[in-house]
Every structure is written in C-alpha cells, then in structure tokens.
C-alpha cells in the first residue's frame, strides 16, 4: 500500500521492496549524476525528514520519519559512489547480478588485473615512486572501464556493462589495497 508522507510517497506495506533512490532523490536513472545536487536534495531531504522533527508526533509518524530517513542515507550512501551506483543501476535495469558475476570478465582483464596486483605485492614500501606509478595506473585502468560502463548503460546495453562494472570491483579493490585514494 502506497501513502502519502508530508508530499513524499511512502511503501507502507510490510516486507516491501526497497525504495527507488532515483525516485527518491527525484534523479533520472542514469550512471551520470550531478554529485553536487545529488548532496543538496539528501540534505534538503534529511532535514525534512529527520525523526528529530517527529518527536511530538504520533508513534507512526515517527516510525516512518525513521525509515525514511534510514532510506535517504542508504540511497545518498549508494548512488554517491560509482561503483556501487553502478551495481544499482544495473540491479534498477532488471540485471541479475550473480549470473552476470558467473559470466565473468574477459580474459584478457583478469590478466591485467592479475599482473597490476603482482606489481603491488612486489613494490618495496619504500619505492614511493613505483608504488605511485602503479596507482596512476590503476587509476587509468578504472576510468576506462567505469567510461565504458557510461557507454554501455546510456546504450542500454545491460550485459556489456555488468561486465564493465565487474571491472570496476575488482580495480576499486586493487586501489584499496594500495592505500591511496587517487579518485
């Protein structure tokens, strides 16, 4: 059952589906977003929304403000990163993520991915230039996949880019383990 809550439509069925985060921060749904207004319409939204402001009100109310407020930090928290706006944009298109993840990457990737993470586990602490080098690398390689999900996506092309988002798992990982944050 669909309500309305002070001009936002709330699911108010037990055990309902997830919000739509697009819907939510009335966004289209694209991999492309404008990161700056995608963080005024959370603030705008969670200063709505905050329980704070329902705390003389009705036992419902109040419950709702929180769900609501617990929604709005997950989708900011999920269409904010590209990665993990990606993977919801795929899963918001219909794709099923764990039979794209059993298709895999190309061969040729998972060499390149295999080599790069070599390099990482053979760079001397010390060596402050290699070990940059490397992460400019890996940089290049994560916008060229994360372009080509752009790509795909605007294309609606749902089985390239699943594999392009793959991609771009396994190279944020690879960054992560670098220790740098060059994004």
Known sequence: MRREFHGLTV???????????????????????????LEQVYHSLLSQFHPDRYAGKPQVEQRVAAQLCADINAGYRTLQGEVSRAQYLLQHSGVDLQTAEREGVGAEFLMTQILLRERLETIAELD?????????????HY???????????????WQEASRYWQEMCYLEKLVDATGSRGR
């Open 11 to 37: 699911n108010a069925t037990a055990g309902a589906v997830a919000r739509d985060y697009f819907s939510l921060f009335n966004i289209e749904p694209s991999f492309t977003v404008d990161e700056i207004t």
């Open 128 to 140: 402050q230039v290699e070990h940059q080098t490397l992460v400019d690398e890996i940089d290049e």
């Open 143 to 157: 916008g060229a996949s994360r372009d080509r999900f752009a790509e795909a996506a605007q294309k609606a092309a």
